[in-house]
């Protein structure tokens, strides 16, 4: 369970409000996770931009979508708000984020470490990202969403294939194809 102190809470509802879009919340996640590299980040989460595998943690004035292949990551996570002279900070603890996976994980943890590992550092480049929302066992199938700036992406045919998938396939034996499931209709955040 992650804990979000009265004063953070305050202070992200705050920052949501400034928004002006109805609905909007949080989105938690951990890029890079069971890495030295592993970071916990927060970033909005507009209506319609949760996937169907986010764990929703709501707060009186506060929604946090938790991005299901981070959830064992932030176990014990904590966010706090500290005042400085200069105002205040954002102060998010996560003592699991670092934590290497186990040998032997399932399909799903391989397609998940693989994202955060491989791919989403050279898609972040470009202010994108892949998600994992299902495998498909008997079809050796997982199916991604991709948001930032690969969704509504000119390239994202180009990336699915030349990129995401190729990597994916070399480390997962057990993966045979890759299905993109996003809406690249919309193009407010492309990449160009």
Partial sequence: MIKVSDAAQQYLKRLLEQQKQPGIAVRMFVTNPGTNEAETC???CRVNEELPSDKLIEFPDLRFFI????????????????????????VIKAPNAKQTSATGDSVVDQITAVLETDVNPGLAQ?????????????????TLAFGGGCQGCSQI????????????????????????????????????
């Fill in 42 to 44: 927060l970033s909005y």
């Fill in 67 to 90: 991005d299901a292949s981070s959830e064992k990551y932030l176990t014990d996570a904590s966010i706090e708000y500290e005042e400085s002279k200069t105002g205040g900070e954002i």
């Fill in 126 to 142: 470009h202010g994108g990202f892949a998600r994992l929302i299902k495998y498909d066992a008997k079809e050796q199938s997982a």
């Fill in 157 to 192: 045919d180009v990336t699915v294939k030349g990129y995401v998938e190729k990597t994916l396939l070399e480390k997962i034996p057990e993966l045979k194809s890759i299905k993109d499931a996003t809406d690249h209709s919309d193009l407010s955040h492309a990449y160009y």
